[in-house]
């Protein structure tokens, strides 16, 4: 199930920031937005020396088809609607929603491998996925749509390569499919009372006031970071624990502890937006810290909350479980120091492909420890 973001959790794996040369016999340039035929289309105007530019055009020639179709940085741009639509989506962001429903449900202790529940999770995964989370992150490229004028002018809206008739239509699709979803399942459980489409509602609900003003939780680089680490670990595996059984206060504080971890990892995101974010006004964690302080302060959060967890295994008398998770936090702190520490906006792509899926393989080792 989707929030914030994102991504949200999130531009997570989007974009290159590039600046214009500036020269003593050249006007400066920046970008300004003009509407033509409901599009959103960047120009170069002349400007004074003290604004933030941007490059003209988007490095196309370039670009891959599969980054397009991931929603991911190094994009190669396209005319045919569907995959700009699938693009807005951002598919490499759906796997830990995906993941987070199969960790709840395996938390339960009530998952059968029956057809009923093996569909019962499909449509549960849809629902966090391809749609909440699809919600999320158009929704979140809507309200940035500025910021990415000047961090990424080739991204769909600002290059116009996409109408904003067709990019709300989709933001309404996807929310009003994923809710639907929601109550669907709510039914198929037999719940007396909609858990299910509540937990969608209100991390529907999260993802506005993330993105949109006036809360615009991503302003506070610390309520809005935990926001989207808890919508991206905790809420998928409250809907999956629901599906199949209760969700219990011990597994609602855990989640929450692990969501501290999925704080941390929303600062990686923050690294490639920072020119775009101190224009804008957003005190993300590098705009508020500086990069370096900010580097340390994610891989901390991510590390010390799984330590904790570790811990709480360990006197849950849950030693074997325990182990597994303390040998899934060392490739994670060895990629930080081979990656991340080195250069977070380089390498961001590269550090999160090589140690995040240990960092999901831990939920599903705590899941499986705390199956009720």
């Not at 960047?42 to 003290?50: L, P």
């Not at 499919?177 to 929601?182: F, K, M, T």
């Not at 199949?244 to 501290?260: A, E, K, M, R």
Request: proline share 5%; net charge positive; aromatic share 12%.
């Amino acid at each position: 199930m989707a929030s914030s973001v994102n991504t949200v959790y999130s531009k997570r794996f989007s974009s290159y920031l590039s600046a214009m040369i500036r020269t003593p016999h050249l006007p400066s340039r920046s970008i300004s937005l003009s509407l033509n035929r409901r599009r959103r289309v960047v120009r170069a105007t002349e400007t004074d020396e003290n604004e933030v530019c941007a490059p003209d055009r988007a490095p196309a020639e370039s670009g891959s088809s599969i980054n397009q179709i991931l929603g991911i940085k190094g994009a190669k741009q396209e005319t045919d609607k569907w995959k700009i639509r699938l693009q807005l989506a951002k598919p490499v962001t759906w796997p830990p929603l995906i993941w987070g429903v199969a960790c709840g449900a395996a938390a339960s202790g009530n998952f059968n491998w029956t057809f009923e529940d093996v569909a019962k999770s499909v449509v549960c995964m849809i629902m966090s996925g391809p749609c909440l989370t699809g919600y999320t992150q158009t929704l979140n490229d809507w309200y940035d749509r500025e910021i990415d004028a000047i961090n990424e002018p080739y991204r769909p809206m600002p290059s116009g390569t996409i109408s904003e008739n067709e990019v709300v239509t989709q933001i309404w699709v996807l929310l009003l499919a994923g809710v639907g979803l929601a109550g669907l399942l709510d039914v198929w459980a037999g719940h007396s009372f909609p858990v299910i489409f509540y937990l969608a509602l209100g991390g529907s609900l999260v993802s506005y006031i993330y993105s949109a003003p006036p809360l615009k939780l991503k302003r506070n680089w610390w309520i809005g970071n935990f926001a989207l680490g808890a919508s991206y670990i905790s809420l998928p595996w409250w809907a999956g624990q629901a599906l199949f059984g209760t969700i219990t206060l011990d597994i609602v504080v855990l989640t929450l502890l692990y969501s501290i971890a999925g704080f941390g990892v929303a600062i990686v995101n923050d690294f490639k937006s920072v020119e775009g974010d101190r224009k804008m006004g957003l005190q993300s964690f590098p705009v508020a810290f500086g990069s370096d302080s900010a580097k340390w302060i994610c891989v901390g959060a991510i590390d010390i909350t799984q330590i904790f967890v570790t811990g709480y295994l360990l006197g849950a008398d849950k030693p074997y479980h325990a182990l597994a998770l303390l040998g899934l936090i060392a490739p994670q702190v060895f990629f930080q120091f081979k990656y991340f520490l080195r250069d977070p906006v380089k390498y961001d792509v590269k550090y999160q492909a090589s140690a995040q899926p240990f960092l999901v393989l831990g939920l599903l080792v705590t899941a499986l420890a705390t199956s009720h």
